[in-house]
T-cell receptor
Framework: DAGVTQSPTHLIKTRGQQVTLRCSPI?????VSWYQQVLGQGPQFIFQ???????GRGNFPDRFSARQFPNYSSELNVNALLLGDSALYLC??????????????FGEGSRLTVL | GQQLNQSPQSMFIQEGEDVSMNCTSS?????WLWYKQEPGEGPVLLIA?????ELTSNGRLTAQFGITRKDSFLNISASIPSDVGIYFC?????????????FGKGTKLSVKP
């Protein structure tokens, strides 16, 4: 079975630009979460969606937004990119609301570099 | 905000040695989890702990949920080269219908054959 798939795997943007990252969860999983992992740090929670509704938001500015589609795939958008947004963006899916068990299945991530 | 202190930051060990790492928090968590991340990959769940005092094993891995609910440790017995990676502890921050994981900064494990 396919795991969590993310695209693109790598991308380079310049300050001020906008980026859209995509995620397809494991088949049958209805919950998608987004995490930001800066080099040398652990992942930091950005958003969680369940059944197409936002169920949690981390301490990130409004430049960050996300949505979940009827097929449970998800997009993360970041506007007005800053150098500090350079990171690995991880998508994770779970069969239930992730907040119940904490058991997440992560994709390989999208490596964003902002110049 | 909530933070997890994970130690040691890195470990260099010989194949066959046992490994111990731990995680502490100033806040109580109701669930502790341990994930492993290898280069170019996302984290993979190793062990989940749901009850204070719980001791759980997964092959050569053993983890415990501290009695105070503010700490957890992970042991790896008889390490092998494929144990190389970064090990993250995570606490589940759960309230109502929402929940998210708080991750530590990780312990980087290197194993010398």
């Amino acid at each position: 079975d396919a795991g969590v798939t993310q695209s693109p795997t790598h991308l380079i943007k310049t300050r001020g630009q906008q980026v859209t990252l995509r995620c397809s969860p494991i088949s049958g999983h209805k919950s998608v979460s987004w995490y930001q992992q800066v080099l040398g740090q652990g992942p930091q929670f950005i958003f969680q969606y369940y059944e197409k509704e936002e169920r949690g938001r981390g301490n990130f500015p409004d430049r960050f937004s996300a949505r979940q589609f009827p097929n449970y795939s998800s997009e993360l958008n970041v506007n007005a990119l800053l150098l500090g947004d350079s990171a690995l963006y991880l998508c994770a899916s779970s069969p239930r609301l992730a907040g119940v068990t904490g058991e997440l299945f992560f994709g390989e991530g999208s490596r964003l570099t902002v110049l | 905000g909530q933070q997890l202190n994970q130690s040691p930051q890195s470990m260099f060990i010989q194949e066959g040695e046992d490994v111990s790492m731990n995680c502490t928090s100033s806040s109580i968590f109701n669930t502790w989890l341990w994930y492993k991340q290898e280069p170019g990959e996302g984290p993979v769940l190793l062990i989940a702990l749901y009850k204070a005092g719980e001791l759980t094993s997964n092959g050569r891995l053993t983890a415990q949920f501290g009695i105070t609910r503010k700490d957890s440790f992970l042991n790896i017995s008889a390490s092998i080269p494929s144990d190389v990676g970064i090990y993250f502890c995570a606490g589940l921050n759960y309230g109502g219908s929402q929940g998210n994981l708080i991750f530590g900064k990780g312990t980087k494990l290197s194993v010398k054959p």
